[in-house]
């Protein structure tokens, strides 16, 4: 039975079917600016009150169908602020749950209704007495803004927006440091109410939209500053050096710190920033390390190896045993330093009366291979390959008399600079 005037408090209203879906709902476009209110968790988005036409007659339409609540689902099959069954929510253009919707796309839908058939699909605008207003079906795009919510500093960030169509839009920005909103971009709506405007702030901003009397409320945009990392290609054994770098000014930076035969992190360290973004720390190079650092977000990756290196030979050596030939073995093949030609099989030198040790540093307990050449020629020879010790020593020894050329080079693939030797 359909309630009467005095029953209006105790009835609560529900959005009867359609009759004849097919002849009642038109096609009509829907902006994707309205419809697609619903944000992501990384997008921040603020919107002023609708103020569509007839909205007073929509209140209590609202009111009287479901107190006004959108959200409402009592399980009856009607749905939302204005009580939708599922079959009339799809004919408009629906997807989902009309209660699951937001506000701007069920005042959207239920307009697009009413240009349909009036207020005929709900028993409550005739208990309101409503009257029917053609003016009450347009549909007016709320003031709206919205922007990402956190980027990387350096990056593009849009400011997005609806508006009246066609409209003029001024964005006003509060930028990081600031105290005070000023213009920064004025933009053209489009047809369809749709605006945007592309910034690249600094350590983040606030925004706010204006067009006529209307204006939105306010958006910020977080930056995050992604560190940067210095530091040396290679260090000497047991020398220290000096990583650097830029990220949030008084902000903290954490260094990981990863030596070359550990699978995980082996140490942190967190150093801060001074008010120019500048951070540096030391470390000492007794092996290979990697280094990440992290501020705002993950930064960059590098690795500071050991550099190899042979020590100046003595120019001469007093005679020792008997000279055995080199330890280089035909046909093993090595990579010369730069500048050097790579190194071939044989013997490095004739037999001599000398003797004389070399050394140098490199890599702690790692392989190790020293070249050698007879002075004027190009072709390299195995001399020793060996380890380096726990402190990152090594030594080899040449017993073949003449003038030569050594370098050393090391399992982690750094050389040495090439020493001249003479043997006695």
């Known amino acids: 039975m359909r309630p009467n005037a005095f029953d209006l408090y105790g009835y609560k209203g529900r959005h009867r079917k359609q009759s004849d879906t097919a002849a009642t709902v038109r096609n009509v476009a829907v902006t994707a600016a309205v419809v697609g209110a619903v944000m992501s968790t990384d997008i921040s988005a603020a919107q002023a009150a609708p103020g569509m036409p007839g909205e007073d007659a929509w209140n209590k339409l609202r009111v009287c169908e479901s107190g006004n609540n959108y959200s409402i689902n009592t399980g009856n099959g009607y749905y939302g602020a204005y009580q939708f069954d599922l079959s009339t929510w799809r004919g408009v253009g629906g997807k989902g749950l009309p209660s699951q919707a937001t506000p701007t796309e069920q005042d959207y839908r239920a307009r697009m209704l009413y240009r349909s058939r009036g207020w005929s699909p709900w028993a409550c605008a005739r208990i309101l007495g409503l009257k029917e207003n053609p003016i009450y079906g347009q549909w007016v795009a709320p003031m709206s803004i919205q922007v990402t919510q956190k980027f990387v500093v350096g990056t593009k960030v849009t400011v997005r927006g609806t508006a009246q169509p066609n409209a003029y839009v001024q964005v006003f920005a509060k930028n990081y440091g600031s105290s005070r909103y000023v213009p920064v971009a004025t933009v053209h709506a489009n047809a369809k109410g749709q605006w945007s405007v592309v910034f690249t702030p600094y350590g983040g901003a606030s925004y706010y939209a204006q067009s006529g009397s209307n204006r939105t409320a306010t958006v910020t945009a977080q930056g995050l500053f992604k560190p940067s990392l210095v530091a040396p290609g290679s260090s000497t054994l047991n020398a220290g050096y000096k990583l650097t770098g830029k990220a949030r000014p008084g902000g903290n930076v954490t260094v990981y710190i990863k030596p070359?035969?550990?699978?995980?992190?082996?140490?942190?360290?967190?150093?801060?920033?001074?008010?120019?973004?500048?951070?540096?720390?030391?470390?000492?190079?007794?092996?290979?390390?990697?280094?990440?650092?992290k501020g705002d977000v993950v930064g960059p990756t590098k690795t500071v190896v050991v550099a190899t290196t042979a020590d100046p030979a003595p120019v001469s050596a007093a005679p020792s045993t008997p000279a055995a030939p080199a330890v280089g073995t035909p046909g093993e093949v090595g990579n010369a330093p730069a500048g050097g030609t790579?190194?071939?099989?044989?013997?490095?030198?004739?037999?001599?009366?000398?003797?004389?040790?070399?050394?140098?540093?490199?890599?702690?307990?790692?392989?190790?291979?020293?070249?050698?050449?007879?002075?004027?020629?190009?072709?390299?020879?195995?001399?020793?390959?060996?380890?380096t010790d726990a402190h990152g020593h090594w030594t080899a020894s040449v017993r073949n008399a003449g003038e030569f050329e050594y370098f050393a080079k090391s399992g982690n693939g750094q050389s040495s600079r090439i020493q001249p030797i003479s043997v006695p």
């Open 260 to 293: 070359y035969y550990a699978a995980h992190t082996m140490a942190t360290r967190t150093v801060r920033a001074d008010a120019h973004g500048n951070w540096s720390t030391v470390w000492r190079g007794t092996t290979d390390f990697t280094f990440t650092v």
């Open 342 to 387: 790579a190194p071939t099989g044989g013997p490095a030198a004739p037999a001599g009366n000398g003797a004389l040790t070399v050394t140098g540093s490199a890599r702690p307990n790692t392989a190790l291979t020293v070249y050698i050449r007879r002075s004027g020629t190009t072709a390299w020879s195995r001399l020793a390959q060996t380890f």
